[in-house]
């Protein structure tokens, strides 16, 4: 199991970047639009490193939603692979069989 205050702090980013991610586009839609002033293109680079960092979308860490591991992460099924495991040991995913030998 991770750590409690890890698990919080990925929750609050998200909940940020949902929050920011408007803005954020629009901004970056001005500083790459090349048919602006200069100044106008500066001032929105100034407004978009003024916004806190944590609203970014590249600080979200994917973790386990069963455990909150942050590694042996599977995208698809939202888990690490040893909750994958657990669970698949005790029939609690539909479709796969665990064998052992």
Avoid: H
Avoid at 5 to 32: G, H, P, W, Y
């Amino acid at each position: 199991m991770a750590k409690k205050s890890a698990i919080e702090k990925n929750l609050n980013r998200q909940k940020q970047v949902q929050r920011d991610t408007a803005k954020r586009k629009r901004l970056k839609a001005i500083i790459a639009d090349k048919d602006l002033p200069m100044e106008e293109r500066f001032k929105a680079g100034l407004k978009l490193n003024e916004m806190p960092r944590n609203g970014a979308k590249i600080r979200l860490r994917n973790r386990c939603e069963v455990s909150g591991r942050p590694r042996g992460y599977y995208r698809k099924l939202k888990m690490s692979r040893i909750a994958l495991r657990d669970l698949g040991s005790i029939g609690q995913i539909p479709g796969m069989v665990k064998s052992s030998w």
